[in-house]
């Protein structure tokens, strides 16, 4: 989290705009009983967003199939339509398209801004 927080607060001297924040190899579903397994802490993404007032895109669980898909060139969403991993991916892209419809001439204000957009697309 303190990467993240680094990256935020640089991005915000630079003047760079801060689209938001995803939360990358956030749990596995266990490929024999489909069971959630948090490998890693998870829920860290969404708190981090909320104090430095980033938007939070999505949480993208860890799949082999995305390394897999990955080396091999292949889309993996495509490869996997039904899988969790690709419902995150489409909810960021969800997120994203959204934040820049509403957000488009204030990205680098949003960043410092109390006020999230992405309601607007719900
Ligand atoms: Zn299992």
Redesign the pocket.
Known sequence: MLDVRKAVFFSRDSNVPIIGIVENMSGLV?P??N?QIDVFKTGGGEKICGKLGVEFLGKIPLDPGITEKCDSGEAFVTAYPNSDATKVFNEIVKNVTCLSRHAKKSLIKLQSSESFFLGKCR
């Open positions: 266990c024999h009983c069971a």
